[in-house]
């Protein structure tokens, strides 16, 4: 039998470590002296390394306490689902560090003031003036999209999910301007975007073409709505397929049954959710 002070100087783990094991019930001792001193035999000892080693590769407590606890334990079975864990960790944290290297932290304005009602009028003149309207029906056309802007935009929670998206009500408003001035460009990337949604239909889920394929997506998304955070807009999306939303169908029937589902659980893969 071996005291704490011994388990502490063979392990290197602390005393109050020991104690605060003991507590929650994670290292048992396996007895207790006459004096009421934690004592531990070679099997406890045995766990006690278990312990250290799957908590330094970050698991957590509760996860440790059930593996060590439960007889026979498969720890190259418990490594294998942690290392899923991991990967999913690997690819939210890689797809928030994306959002943050593309910002333009040194001149783009990154502000949380909401949506007025000039801003509305604003994107709604833009928005008209970029489409093949008429002179003659322009003025009421405008008072129709001002209408529907201000809604969903300043009313609306559409204004809280722009800013949560590029960031500031400046941002969004320069993202609208420019896509009016080259609608050639969005022409090109919903073009690509076919090709995307084609090529998702014939990866046959296979994981390497998938993520190859989301990291083709996200490109097309930050270009095509002018933001660097194409993973809020992503997961939106991911939602929806998976859930069946209303265009689930439609794009089934275009891009091949099935394949919603397939780019929703590939975007989720990505960005590690």
């Known amino acids: 039998m071996k005291t704490v002070k011994e388990i502490s100087e063979l392990t290197g783990i602390s005393i109050r470590a020991l104690r605060y094991y003991d507590e929650i019930r994670l290292l048992i001792p396996t007895e207790r002296s006459e004096a009421g001193y934690r004592l531990y035999d070679d099997k406890a000892l045995e766990k006690l390394r278990a312990i250290l080693f799957l ?9 440790i306490k059930h ?12 490594l294998k689902d942690y290392r899923k864990t991991l990967v999913q960790k690997i690819g939210r944290l890689q797809g928030l560090l994306r959002v943050v290297d593309d910002m333009d932290l040194e001149t783009a304005e990154i502000s949380f003031e909401a949506f007025n009602i000039r801003d509305a009028e604003s994107v709604a003149e833009t928005l008209v003036n970029s489409a093949e309207i008429s002179k003659f029906d322009r003025e009421e056309a405008i008072s129709e999209m001002q209408e529907l802007v201000r809604h969903n935009m300043v009313d609306g929670k559409v204004g809280v999910e722009l800013l949560q998206i590029y960031g500031s009500k400046e941002n969004y ?3 609208v301007e420019e896509s009016a001035l080259h609608p050639e460009v969005n022409t090109a990337l919903q073009e690509e975007l076919k090709d995307i949604y084609f090529a998702f239909r014939d990866s ?3 994981l390497m073409k998938t993520q190859e394929l989301v990291k083709r997506l996200e490109d097309n998304t930050k270009k095509m709505y002018r933001t660097a955070n194409a993973r809020y807009i992503l997961l939106k999306v991911a939602e929806d397929y998976l859930a069946k939303g209303n265009t689930v169908q439609v794009l089934d029937n275009v891009y091949g049954k099935g394949v919603t589902d397939t780019i929703g659980k590939a975007i989720y893969a990505y960005y590690g959710v």
């Open 55 to 63: 908590k330094e590769l970050d698991i957590p407590l509760d996860t």
């Open 67 to 78: 593996v060590v606890n439960t007889e026979n334990s498969d720890y190259a079975a418990v």
């Open 173 to 175: 408003l320069s993202a």
């Open 204 to 206: 046959a889920g296979e």
